[in-house]
């Protein structure tokens, strides 16, 4: 916040002395340095090389311009030409105060809110979801929290793979081979049983090939016994499906399966045919990209030689029914990297059959979990590892360290601490990495105590409210001001006020390692604040200003931690 009124004084600055200037770069960051100051501008050296004016020079006027006495000492131009900003006690004193009394918590919401559609998880019907499909979950459902969070409205849209060509083995399989007390047991691995006996026979025998292409094409004229089969096999699978969201607590405004879009397919290649835009190449559909250097030898297909559509063709559909329902300014693909020529040819096809649209398309795309051994993390035997035994695993484990450590709790409380973390833990090692890095999981890593790990934040929380366990029903007063008297007091306050441009940056780049990263910083400062500041036993106005402190310490913890999906705990 304080920063962003920094920046708006700033631009205001400039443009008084260059009124057509772009000041939209013109920003105020952190200091890399402390020593140097709280915040720092490198924006007028780029400004002055293009308007041919000496850097120094340049900065001194805009400092003779700026108007920060309020909050700020005197500006420095240190260098070149950045401008250093240290703030002043009051100013931060009054962020608190206000802070303090609920009027805000460090951020501002837009006062545009933009829409956002955000298409996350998507999994396939008959296929169990596994850890690759967690990473999508986790971090769609996060962004959006985060979008949210800043005043955005957000659509979520779950883009479950609901048709295709596997539904014509499936079929086989349901009709030939199905296993109903094994279907009762377990649906997604009794559909998986299924899927891999037809998908080894059609290999072996043309026959059952020939079936499944039978079986696909009834199911596309729509005869009545095959979709009512289908119908089931994607009833069965959301079922599943919305177990695992339950317990991740996850959700979504839409679930609008591939299916939903299979009427305007016909018309999307008809169109795209009719413009020129698709060619016909052997008997299929292509749309070539000669003037994109990336895209020059990848030319995507939009119906291949049989007449079907495909994956390209029912995002493109998707796309289409997204602008029209919500006129979004910006639409967001969370899917692994293997996906991103995928969506490069979507984008630009898109963009070229639809030149007017003024959306963002994002592909936001993750790297792989590998397992300890560095290899595609599998079970020992070498399976997929499904999701819900890894939310098992988790919260045994979560359960085994919280009876480790706290005994005498109850069995229910401990249980309930364990879903807490363990779940946590989860979600939290899958955020606080580069999600473009692939990522090793660990049990050991992602449940310790100490580092940036959900159970390390989870507990400073804990610590937190147990100060105010101690109070007893004793009523504060929130302080007129805060006098910092302390380092350690001054440097919590001032990361506090951080927290807005942290989630700023979350969604620009839909990064949420960066707020990670923020909560873990949090948790370090407000433990050495706690450790060389009393909070109980000070007395008076400092003790009411440190109670202060912990509890917004407190509250954005728990904010940021709520935005990253994550519950908290009052004990551990
Ligand atoms: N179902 C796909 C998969 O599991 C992901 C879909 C992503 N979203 C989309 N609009 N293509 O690979």
Redesign the pocket.
């Known amino acids: 916040m304080i920063q962003l009124t920094l920046q708006e004084r700033l631009q205001q600055a400039v443009l008084s002395l260059m009124p057509a200037a772009d000041v939209s770069s013109v920003l105020v960051r952190p200091c890399p340095e402390p020593k140097f100051g709280d915040y720092q501008t490198n924006a007028l050296m780029g400004l002055a090389k293009r308007n041919q004016l000496n850097p120094r020079e340049f900065a001194t006027q805009v400092v003779e311009a700026l108007d920060v006495d309020d909050c700020c000492e005197p500006v420095e131009i240190a260098g070149p030409g950045f401008l250093n900003f240290r703030l002043k006690t009051v100013a931060i004193s009054h962020a608190l105060v206000s802070a303090a009394k609920g009027e805000h918590l460090f951020y501002r919401t837009a006062e545009v809110a933009r829409t956002i559609v955000i298409?996350y998880s998507?999994?396939?019907v008959a296929k169990p979801m596994h850890v690759g499909?967690i990473r999508s979950t986790i971090l769609g459902y996060t962004l959006a929290q985060a979008f949210r969070l800043l005043g955005h409205k957000v659509v979520t849209d779950n883009?479950?793979?609901d048709w295709g060509t596997q539904f014509g083995k499936l079929l086989v399989g349901w009709k030939e081979h199905l296993d109903q007390d094994a279907l009762a047991a377990d649906a997604l691995a009794e559909m998986e049983r299924l899927y891999k006996l037809v998908n080894s026979a059609c290999d072996e025998d043309e026959a059952v090939l020939d079936r499944a292409r039978q079986e696909l094409v009834r199911l596309q004229d729509g005869d009545e016994e095959n979709l009512g089969i289908w119908r089931e096999m994607i009833d069965l699978s959301r079922h599943q499906f919305d177990e695992i969201y339950g317990r991740l607590k996850v959700e979504f405004d839409e679930t609008l399966g591939e299916s939903f879009y299979n009427d305007r397919l016909k018309g999307v290649v008809d169109e795209l045919t009719g413009s020129g835009i698709a060619e016909d190449s052997e008997g299929a559909k292509v749309v070539y990209f000669n003037d994109q250097k990336a895209l020059k030898k990848h030319p995507a297909m939009v119906q291949k030689s049989d007449g079907a559509a495909n994956?390209t063709t029912t995002?493109l559909a998707?796309l289409e029914h997204r602008e029209k329902s919500w006129q979004p300014s910006e639409v967001i693909?969370v899917?692994d990297g293997r996906?991103q020529l995928h969506f490069q040819q979507l984008f630009a096809l898109y963009t070229r059959w639809k030149p007017q649209h003024a959306m963002k398309l994002n592909h936001v795309w993750f790297g792989a979990i590998l397992g300890e051994d560095g290899r595609p993390f599998k079970t020992r035997s070498g399976e997929i590892i499904r999701l819900s035994d890894l939310l098992n695993e988790a919260e045994q484990r979560a359960f085994d360290a919280v009876t480790e450590k706290s005994p005498d709790l109850s069995e229910d409380d401990r249980r309930e601490i364990a879903r807490v973390v363990g779940i946590g833990a989860i979600k939290y090692a899958d955020l606080s990495g580069n999600r473009q890095s692939d990522y090793v999981f660990s049990w050991d890593n992602m449940l310790a105590l100490v580092g940036n790990t959900a159970p390390y934040l989870l507990y400073a929380y804990t610590r937190i409210r147990s100060i105010f366990r101690k109070l007893e029903g004793e009523s504060i007063e929130p302080p007129a001001s805060f006098s910092l008297g302390q380092a350690e007091e001054v440097a919590l306050a001032k990361h506090l006020l951080r927290f807005g441009l942290v989630l700023e940056q979350v969604i620009d780049e839909c990064r949420p390692n960066f707020l990670c990263n923020y909560l873990y910083e949090l948790a370090g400062f407000f433990g050495s604040f706690y450790e060389n500041c009393p909070v109980l036993l000070a007395e008076g106005e400092v003790r009411a200003q440190r109670l202060a402190l912990c509890d917004l310490a407190g509250r954005v913890l728990k904010t940021g931690l709520e935005t990253l999906g994550l519950e908290t705990t009052e004990r551990m």
């Open positions: 298409d998507s999994p396939n499909h883009h479950i793979g994956y995002d998707t693909y899917t996906q």
